[in-house]
Structure formats: C-alpha cells, structure tokens
T-cell receptor
Framework: DAMVIQNPRYQVTQFGKPVTLSCSQTLNHNVMYWYQQKSSQAPKLLFHYYDKDFNNEADTPDNFQSRRPNTSFCFLDIRSPGLGDAAMYLC??????????????FGPGTRLTVT | GENVEQHPSTLSVQEGDSAVIKCTYSDSASNYFPWYKQELGKGPQLIIDIRSNVGEKKDQRIAVTLNKTAKHFSLHITETQPEDSAVYFCAARAAGGSYIPTFGRGTSLIVHP
C-alpha cells in the first residue's frame, strides 16, 4: 500500500546532540511537510517542500533544518535539541497545491525525547 | 491569515449516542475543510472532507456540514463506538495564496462503553 513512513518511531537524544528524523513516501506526491506536535495541541507546521522548493515558516527556529534529496525522502535535522523540542514530529504529503489534489496524508510520527 | 476555532475541547458520550464537533473559520475565501482523527501515538488520518461548493457530505456514520454564510462547519458522528475515541482536528484551507491548511486545536472524544 502506498504510504508515508517515518523512522524511527521513537527517538531519544541528549540535550544538544544533533538528531535526524526521516520520512519517506511511496505516494509520489510533490509536497512534503514537517509538523511539530506537542501534547494536547494541534500540529504546528515547521516547513514544507514543493518539489525541491523549500518553504520555511516564519516562526520556525533556526535550530530546525530540512533536506529533501529526492521525491521520496525528506529529513528533519535538529542541530542542538533542547528540552523544549521534545514532541511528536509528523511528516505529511500532498499531491499538489492546486485544484483538488491538496489532501494531506500523515505518517505515524516520531516521538522525540530529549534527556 | 486564517483562524480556526474548534469546540468543545473535550467531549464525552455514551456508546450509541451521537457526537458533534464544531469549527468556525475567519477567512471567507476558505474552500476546503478536512477532518482528521488522531489515535493515541499515531499520526492524524483524514476521515472526511468537504469543499465549499457543497453543504453536506456523508460517509457511513460520519457526516460534515458546512455553512458558508456563518463560516462554520461541523462533524457529526452517529451511533458512536468505543473505537471512535480519539482526538479530532478540523482544518480550513483558503483558495489561492498559501495552500497550507490551518488546524483547529482539537477535540478529545471519549466514548464510554
């Protein structure tokens, strides 16, 4: 089945130690998104790619970076995780941005713990 | 930008009862309204959506209604079951401009057996 896959599902890192979360998709969608979700809150968009074009949200800290080496994969890099970065990180995709093809499909998420 | 308000934040019902979750939006240009179900420890799943050219859409036990004039839309779940227990998010997307949907804050639905 076509899907959005996130690895790992659970990640523990130390304060200040760089960490990378990965997302892959078999849907061949043009757009990939990264969201941060803290407990009992709505997902908060960090950034997204439309193909290779990177779009950063204005309030996303510089500590968060992303890479999309090809259509299928997208990575979230946290350069120096702080305790406040502990959260669920969600990857999502959508086929396009126009017409009726912008439904988002989410992966299962990666739960990040910072010790 | 778009602002989406969602109520209630928590909803507790007995199995078999109906549940209604309501959202309002601010941007009259919004034309797409998805609803997501998020189970504990999982990512949100799209369960139903509606576009601004229709007023109601049904899929088995779930339905969504849209009132463009009042700028509100609602999720209706009939004959609730314990497996419906989850957090539900509404969202709104404006036509043109950014294609990123704005999420509501979520409703935790608890269905008691």
């Amino acid at each position: 089945d076509a899907m959005v896959i996130q690895n790992p599902r659970y990640q523990v890192t130390q304060f200040g130690k760089p960490v990378t979360l990965s997302c892959s998709q078999t849907l061949n969608h043009n757009v990939m998104y990264w969201y941060q979700q803290k407990s009992s809150q709505a997902p908060k968009l960090l950034f997204h790619y439309y193909d290779k074009d990177f779009n950063n949200e204005a309030d996303t800290p510089d500590n968060f970076q992303s890479r999309r080496p090809n259509t299928s994969f997208c990575f979230l890099d946290i350069r120096s995780p702080g305790l406040g970065d502990a959260a669920m990180y969600l990857c999502a995709t959508s086929r396009d941005s126009t017409g009726t093809r912008y439904e988002q499909y989410f992966g299962p998420g990666t739960r990040l713990t910072v010790t | 930008g778009e602002n989406v308000e969602q109520h209630p934040s928590t909803l507790s019902v007995q199995e078999g009862d109906s549940a209604v979750i309501k959202c309002t939006y601010s941007d009259s240009a919004s034309n797409y309204f998805p609803w997501y179900k998020q189970e504990l420890g999982k990512g949100p799943q799209l369960i139903i959506d509606i576009r601004s050219n229709v007023g109601e859409k049904k899929d088995q036990r779930i339905a969504v209604t849209l009132n463009k004039t009042a700028k509100h839309f609602s999720l209706h779940i009939t004959e609730t079951q314990p497996e419906d227990s989850a957090v539900y998010f509404c969202a709104a997307r404006a036509a043109g401009g950014s294609y990123i949907p704005t999420f509501g804050r979520g409703t935790s639905l608890i269905v008691h057996p």
